[in-house]
């Protein structure tokens, strides 16, 4: 369901109670929204739509994950230029914690950066159910995590070659890289793709064996047991 839709049906049902609804009217600059984004609060805490950042899957709806690349950025904004190395920073920090099961309630919050004051304001948002990430973080966080100890989780190639001859192993490539000759490769950004690889066995690797190990984890917290990392020799 679009976002005015149940914008406008949570208003048709709240009839007769506050309700607060803010509308973004011009932008000035870089920014996730444009005009015309909106933002519904309730009484009971309920809070529909956004006009500001959160999940890049929600705020451009119809790109895939390696479109998102260069969906919302900074580039050709007035940005300052270091703000984007501390951000980043950050979001790779909130990424280790979800990976470690220990992102808390970040996932489901904004947060506004002011450098120039050195302060922050976390917002609270709610989930668009039909999204195929933000929809899926109740469930990473009940999910138990992978521990780095478990042996399981690894495989060499004697416990591919056991797998049998459905197993499929993906090489997971950085940008400009290539994959080694005969192996299959794959974006660590492709979740879509991955997913539906891993209902059968499934081996990741890559050049280090960092992206490959981080993805299977994250892959078996989602419920699928039959992905696993390749061992680096």
């Known amino acids: 369901m679009p976002e005015i839709a149940r914008i406008l049906a ?17 932008v000035e600059g870089s920014s996730y929204r444009r005009p015309g984004a909106r933002l519904l609060l309730l009484p009971d805490d309920t ?34 230029g270091p703000a984007v190395g501390v ?5 790779a920090a909130e990424a280790i914690k ?32 039909d999204c195929p990430v933000c929809s899926r973080l109740d469930q990473l966080k ?12 690894f495989l060499d190639a004697t416990g591919v070659a056991k797998l049998g001859a459905s197993v499929q192993t993906l090489y997971l490539t950085e940008p400009g890289e290539a994959a080694p000759g005969g ?6 950004l492709d979740l879509a793709r991955l997913r539906e690889l891993a209902a059968g ?4 690797t890559c050049r280090y064996g960092v992206r490959s190990a981080a993805l299977a ?11 696993f990392a390749l061992t680096q020799t």
């Open 217 to 227: 984890r994250l892959l078996r917290a989602e419920g699928h047991a039959h992905v």
């Open 201 to 204: 066995p499934l081996v990741l």
């Open 142 to 153: 009940t999910a138990q995590p992978v521990a780095a100890s478990d042996t399981s989780l």
């Open 87 to 91: 951000l980043g920073v950050m979001q």
């Open 10 to 26: 949570a208003l048709d049902s709240a009839t007769g109670k506050p309700a607060a609804l803010a509308t973004l009217v011009k």
């Open 98 to 129: 979800l990976l470690l099961g220990r992102a808390g309630d970040s996932p489901r919050q904004s947060r506004l950066v002011n450098l120039l004051e050195g302060s922050q304001l976390t917002i609270a948002r709610e989930a668009r159910p």
């Open 47 to 80: 809070r529909l739509g956004s006009i500001s950042g959160g999940c890049l899957h929600c705020q451009w709806q119809g790109k895939d994950a390696r479109q998102l690349d260069t969906a919302g950025t900074c580039a050709g904004g007035p940005v300052f």
């Open 183 to 188: 192996v299959t490769s794959a974006s660590p």
